[in-house]
């Protein structure tokens, strides 16, 4: 036991400031939120001490949970992911697999398929409020104008304005942006399997279907999953894109984030603090399985 303390000495020695910092500044500070969780203080005197803050526990979260409001943006950010997650897939997946063809200035469009991952969301999100404008007839413009001017008047609508589904036309400036991160991620796995596997599989009768089907895809599953982890967890962290698009905060596209610091804004740090644990455990959820999974196949 004292060899191998003294063998670890080293390397513990090396990884202290590291563990020390994450120790303070992640798991410290996500203690301290969970702590301001479960009290009252929801004004501006408790925020700056001039009123003592009583924890209640567990209230702020039932609370939250029963709300109409919360629940709605509960509920777009379950649109806002599926729309994102699946349009970032098919759309990254597809011109991975174009690219993997035999293409004539191939840089180039792998160029400007990335490009949208070089500006940020805010900036992106000032254009896209503009192109998703909700006005229609001789006020249209952006989208709106452009199928007005192409004869397709039917597929004009409120976009993001829309109580219902106004949350997924932002995921489509972000299906836009992330999509090219997706396809670097698929072109990779393609590029990743060997000439000899695709080879072999015609030579064995193989359509294109079958090759694709039984050993492409086979090979690209770990890449769609990491993609799926990936996207995922930054469509339940949406806030700069869709506060971008539609600030001032609307109830239409309001998710938990936006609802975070509305409550921050107004010196309700309590609500601030559970909407950020449920916001946490929701990405654990996603996470964590992964996690797990990815530590069980490098010990095999």
């Known amino acids: 036991m004292l060899k191998s303390l003294r063998r670890a000495g080293p390397a513990l020695l090396l990884l202290a400031p590291s563990l020390i910092l994450v120790g303070v500044f992640v798991y410290g500070l996500i203690g301290a939120n969970f702590r301001t969780s479960i009290t009252d203080n929801h004004t ?88 998703l404008n909700s006005n229609q007839g001789e006020q249209a413009s952006g989208l709106n104008r452009l199928f007005q001017i192409v004869g397709l008047d039917f597929l004009q609508n409120n976009w993001w304005n829309n109580v219902t589904w106004g949350i997924t036309a932002i995921a489509i400036p972000a299906i836009w942006q992330l999509s090219g991160y997706v396809m ?31 050993v492409l895809f086979p090979q690209l599953s770990p890449i769609a999953l990491s993609a799926l982890i990936i996207i995922g967890h930054m469509s339940l962290k949406a806030f700069d894109l869709i506060m971008s698009i539609s600030k001032p905060a609307n109830y239409q596209t309001k998710v938990p984030a936006v609802d975070m610091y509305v409550f921050k804004s107004s010196f309700d740090y309590a609500n601030a603090a559970a909407v950020g644990s449920i916001l946490l455990i929701i990405v654990a959820v996603v996470i964590v399985p992964y996690l797990i999974r990815t530590n069980r196949q490098e010990k095999r």
């Open 184 to 214: 670097a991620l698929f072109l990779a796995g393609f590029r990743g399997i060997p000439d000899e596997l695709r080879e072999a599989a015609r030579m064995d009768g193989a359509s294109e279907w079958k090759l694709y089907r039984h």
């Open 44 to 131: 501006a005197a408790q925020a700056t001490g001039q009123k003592p803050s009583v924890v209640v526990w567990f209230e702020n979260y039932t609370d939250l949970l029963g709300s109409e409001a919360f629940q709605h943006s509960l509920k777009n950010l379950v649109l806002y992911t599926v729309v994102f997650l699946v349009g970032t897939l098919v759309m990254g997946f597809l011109w991975a697999w174009m690219l993997d063809k035999p293409v004539k200035g191939e840089g180039i469009f792998r160029s400007i398929y990335l490009f949208p991952m070089a500006v940020s969301f805010v900036a992106s999100g000032v254009v896209w409020r503009w192109l």
